[in-house]
């Protein structure tokens, strides 16, 4: 039994039928291994990688009274013919359709009584791939550890199988006691701690706005004008998703002199841009762009979630693809400066000694807010996730692509994450289903505002060669 962060958790008291709080990992099988494909087959691979999987074995526990943060315990039994499902696509099994049938079990919240996943098998995409779907709650694990997950489980490296049985679920007694025991201590550790941590992060920031390194404050959600992505969220989801070149990417990284996150994140600005226009909803302001930003330490390998978020001013408003690059760049380096020096006290360190109450109260209260407002703002989720660096593999074959998304929050209706593959930069598309009821349009969009960045640069290059 352990403890869940206070990050953990806040995906487990913010699970509503309107906002469920899980992502989806999308695996598009290789021939050989849709071939290959069974179910039977694919349950007995996952249940020989689960002594290795311990996330897809949890349960989560929440205390009485919401005195303390849930546990994860080890669950009794788990039931695969609940956490694999297998559908047919309908024809013609193209990608609309594949994505249609995702975008429903989007919509579901996952049973909270049991381990948070499932593992959907569709087949009959592209008339003979089978595509493998993983729904799984974000209070497993941030992008990271969902990436580990993913490598152990399409390995072909088979673990030893776990030498005992689970104990059982502990007592609600037990889940008290131990809550009370828990806090009790940290008022005399945790919170002293994160006081002395707080003092020096604010004497860092004070000093580095005097010398003119940061700005007196970054974009939040409210800096940002309305867009049609703007809350509250209804029950439906949208989901899409498109393939970029990795290798043109880091071609025009290397032409414009950026990171491969600036050239992503222009390419993300110039799609929505070309969203917007098209749909006449185009603000004349920039908008703004929650950034999810790592805080692992190297060689971290948790099983949580170790990460924070920043805003980020987002350039639709900018025509030019060179100066949207460049305008993403001088944003992600106040953030990172940003985070850099709040290093220990950002609000996901804070939530780990907050009483259970605090962090629900403050969702409640912005979702409230959100609904209230005359003119909600309309940010977007945006994430770029180094994916796996070996080929993962299935019964019979390898994967061939592999697409993830993230979850959506009241301030932000639309989420668009990118993962490596490869050669392939993947990027998915999940939006309420009301605000986007075209989302494939967005997934053209991004394919042209990358083709038209990709040209932009080569255009750069020559003229500096000259």
Known sequence: MRRMTGCDATFIY???????????KVAILGAEASAHFSLEGMRSWVAARLPALPPLRWQALRVPFDLHHPVWADAPQLDLSYHLKHAAI?????????C????????????????????????????????????????????????????????????????????????????????????LREPFVDAPRMWAVLRRVRARLAAA???GELPSALPNIFDSPTTPFAGPLGKRRAFYFTTLSLSAAKQARRSLECTLNDV???AAAGAMRRYLLQRGALPGLPTVAIMPASTREPGCTGWDNQFTVRGIEFPTHESDPIERVRSVARSTRNAKRDLALRGG??????????????PKAISRLMRALIQVLPKPPG??????????QTTLMAPGGPVERLISVGHMKYAAGLNLTVWSYGDQLNVGLYSDAEAAPDLWRMAECVNEAFEELCKAAAREDTRIAA
């Open 90 to 98: 309908p024809a013609p099994g193209g990608r609309r359709e594949l």
């Open 14 to 24: 913010d699970d509503r039928p309107d906002e469920p709080q899980h992502t989806l």
């Open 209 to 211: 706005r005097r010398e």
């Open 345 to 358: 006290s950002n609000l996901e360190d804070w939530l780990r000694c907050l009483p259970p109450f605090l």
């Open 100 to 183: 249609d049938a995702i975008s429903e079990l989007a919509g579901a919240q996952l049973d909270p009584d049991r381990p948070l996943w499932q593992l959907w098998l569709f087949e009959g995409y592209e008339e003979d791939r089978v595509v493998a779907v993983l729904k799984l709650s974000h209070a497993l694990g941030d992008g990271a550890a969902s990436r580990r997950l993913l490598e152990i489980l399409f390995s072909e490296d088979v673990p030893e199988p776990l030498a005992a049985a689970p104990a059982p679920l502990p007592s609600r007694w037990a889940l008290l006691r131990n809550a009370l025991l828990d806090r």
């Open 379 to 388: 940010c977007i989720c945006v994430s770029n996730v180094p994916g796996p």
């Open 264 to 266: 992503v994140l222009g």
